[in-house]
């Protein structure tokens, strides 16, 4: 196995050959969240942040909407993973300011949610999936999903991760019309139906 380099040690990133031959060769841990918008009153999500980005697919052309997040770094906590996405998307000043602006406690319990690619064709020894994987054709991944409140006029960064091309907010009932990445509507009804099993004044 080659040496990983020392800026690899230390900070998380890789080169481009290492991450996929990793890519290609296991399942990766990654960490996403669904901005939302609440009625705390009533316990219910008004509407819900996406991004717009490319789908990694050369037949397909178009941009789709999709939760905010990415990979985790090696020794890096969920809860750091997070805001280091969310300070890279939007425009906050520092991973400080955005860990302070940004509160991820809405779930109780986040999401789990899996994504393969679509050569894998599923042909594991396993039952059918309670909720649809998502799809993904570069790697297998393995997301925990959390959603997340934020003041509403944060805007997307300029070349945010050189990934997200557009921010916008959705209401509920927009969602099931518009193009998301595949697996991201059923993920984002999860969580919306997770958080108003637990609406935010019965928190203990």
Known sequence: MTDRTDAEATDGWLSPETWNAIQRSMPICCVDFFPVDLDPAAGEVLRVGLISRPFPDPD?????????????????????????????????????????????????????????????GLAHDQPAPVHPFGSDPRKHAVSTCFAATMPTGVSLRPGSADEAS???????????????????????????????????????
């Not at 090696?74 to 602006?101: I, M, Q």
């Not at 509507?185 to 099993?197: C, D, G, H, K």
């Open 60 to 120: 397909r052309t178009t941009h789709v909407w999709c939760q905010v997040g990415g990979r985790v770094r090696f020794g890096e906590t969920l809860r750091a993973g997070l805001v280091r996405h969310a300070y890279d998307t939007f425009t906050f000043d520092s991973e400080a300011d955005a860990a302070a602006a940004i509160d991820f406690d809405v779930l109780r319990y986040p999401v789990v949610s899996e994504w393969f690619p679509p050569r894998l």
């Open 166 to 204: 557009a921010f916008a907010w959705f209401d509920v009932d927009e969602l099931s019309g518009i193009d998301m990445w595949p697996g991201s509507f059923s993920l984002v009804q999860r969580v919306i139906e997770a958080i108003e099993r637990w609406p935010l004044q019965n928190r203990p």
